[in-house]
């Protein structure tokens, strides 16, 4: 069975870019996560969705940052203008029912 | 919202000692206690986990307590070998089984 798969895996930007990041999660699962894992840290939930819905994205800074999961499927995190606060590793995870995650392999973003 | 504190940020053991992890958590509501190890350079992976049901759970040299009485739980890790070094984070879920994360405990195995 294939595992959570996200692309790019690496991205560097100039302060004020826009990046999306892409995550395809194991089949069958009904929540998607995205976490922000600054270097050295635990992972910091921004959004979760349950099928195409949003349960929670009190932690997404909603003024720069979106996330849709438009079939319950896939889904994509934007990031508008991109801060140098932003420099961190960008993990989603699925699960389902809310139990065990399973996690991506990340995409690691430098902002210049 | 619900905090999750992490109480040993780094721990050194001996090969074959056992380890101990402590977590703290706020929430009455949190219902689901997993265990995740993340390995240099790489994501996390789940590694056991325990539901408020149960106050203890064990899976091969991995033993998971609970006490909610005092909202704590812990991961004892048995006859530690090198490639149990590695972070460890604890987390709960709560009401819409919304995760949140400790803050990670390095943990090393000397040979």
């Known amino acids: 069975e294939a595992g959570v798969t996200q692309s790019p895996r690496y991205a560097v930007l100039q302060e004020g870019q826009a990046v999306s990041f892409w995550c395809d999660p194991i089949s069958g699962h009904d929540t998607l996560y995205w976490y922000q894992q600054p270097r050295d840290q635990g992972p910091q939930l921004l959004v979760y969705f349950r099928d195409e819905a949003v349960i929670d994205n009190s932690q997404l800074p909603s003024d720069r940052f979106s996330a849709v999961r438009p079939k319950g499927t896939n889904s994509t995190l934007k990031i508008q203008s991109a801060k140098q606060g932003d420099t961190a590793t960008y993990l989603c995870?699925?699960?389902?029912?809310?139990?065990?995650?399973?996690f991506g392999p990340g995409t690691r973003l430098t902002v210049l | 919202g619900e905090k999750v504190e992490q109480h040993e940020s780094t721990l050194s053991v001996r090969e074959g000692d056992s380890a101990v992890i402590n977590c703290t958590y706020t929430d009455t509501a949190s219902s689901y206690f997993p265990w995740y190890k993340q390995e240099a350079g790489k994501s996390l992976h789940f590694v056991i986990d325990i539901r408020s049901n149960v106050d203890r759970k064990q899976s091969q040299r991995l033993i998971v307590l609970l006490d909610k009485k005092a909202k704590r739980f812990s991961l004892h890790i048995t006859a530690t070998q090198p490639e149990d070094s590695a972070i460890y984070f604890c987390?709960?879920?709560?009401?819409?089984?919304?995760?949140?994360f400790g803050k990670g405990t390095s943990l090393v195995v000397h040979p």
């Open positions: 987390a709960t879920s709560g009401g819409n089984y919304k995760p949140t």
């Open positions: 995870a699925s699960s389902f029912h809310g139990f065990e995650q399973y």
